[in-house]
């Protein structure tokens, strides 16, 4: 009895930290409307109440604001499932936060390959579905471009915002709730499996739109299975800031990559996926002691 109760509280222990990061999220976005909403009625000039929502609607679709929100959000998301992860105890702790025994050159070589191959592909998965349900690529055009990840002609101050945010606290945020908090808890309560497969549909989940969700899923088995077999969630936290950080300067080249005649994008999508397939190896066997598990 004992120990179905001790896993039924690991299995919990694996959502909370999920239903916590949405809950923080979300919370953010209501004071940030709350206070759209106060700035935009103190610097009304008059007019009717459509003029009122039209400059409302205005100031919370603009992508500075959303991204501020996101980097507050991802600062509060660090300081907080930061002190939750050194607290735990689950298979994943503390511990893992470094990339001590790790051989740089072969995890280096690792990490480009899988960055360049994961992204080749996650543009072909966003292409592919964007045929079949255009509706999806709307809604994930729109947040890319409000969130400062897609603007056009951004300002210093947004790219700087989108660079803190997506490629540097988002990502560690990230990884803190999924692979070292959720698959740490989950880890203990089953097999390895289920509880990868489980983290990562949470994962995927998380995004709030089915064309993100689509290649999360993939990327967050990956990372799960890094974090598993090397025992660092640091690791995972370098290649998440990498993919990221690839988007924001390469997006237009993995995009233009999939808009190749027919022969030219199925080699390059071979490409990739051998960039892939070769690159996961390499990360687990970067660090020596993974090799044994």
């Not at 729109?142 to 988002?170: D, H, R």
């Amino acid at each position: 009895m004992k120990q179905k109760n001790s896993k039924i509280r690991q299995v919990v222990g694996g959502f909370l930290p999920v239903v916590a990061v949405m809950l923080l999220q979300e919370g953010v976005s209501l004071v940030g409307a709350e206070l759209a909403f106060l700035l935009s009625a103190m610097e009304f000039n008059g007019g009717g109440i459509e003029d009122f929502l039209h400059e409302l609607q205005n100031r919370i679709g603009n992508a500075t604001f959303n991204a501020t929100l996101l980097l507050i959000y991802s600062v509060l998301g660090v300081l907080i499932f930061g002190w939750w992860f050194y607290k735990k105890k689950s298979e994943l702790s503390w511990r893992s936060m470094n990339l001590q025994g790790f051989d740089k050159r072969t995890l280096v070589v690792g990490i480009v390959l899988f960055v360049m191959g994961s992204q080749v592909m996650a543009a072909f998965i966003t292409r592919a579905l964007g045929i079949v349900f255009p509706e999806w690529m709307v809604v994930y055009e729109q947040l890319m471009k409000t969130s400062g990840f897609a603007a056009e002609n951004p300002s210093v101050s947004l790219l700087v915002i989108t660079i803190l945010y997506g490629c540097i606290l988002g990502p560690v945020t990230e990884e803190l709730v999924f692979r070292g908090l959720s698959l740490g808890y989950m880890k203990k309560s089953g097999t390895f499996f289920t509880a990868n497969l489980v983290q990562a549909l949470l994962f995927a989940g998380f995004h709030l739109n089915m064309m993100q969700a689509s290649y999360a899923f993939l990327l967050g088995l990956v990372l799960g299975l890094v974090a598993y077999r090397t025992g660092s969630v640091m690791l995972t936290i370098l290649l998440h800031m990498a993919f990221n950080t690839s988007s924001l300067i390469f997006g237009g080249l993995f995009d233009a990559s999939t808009r190749q005649g027919p022969m030219l994008s199925a080699v390059i999508l071979i490409v990739a996926m051998m960039c892939v397939y070769v690159s996961i190896p390499m990360l687990i066997t970067s660090k020596p002691i993974a090799r044994e598990k």
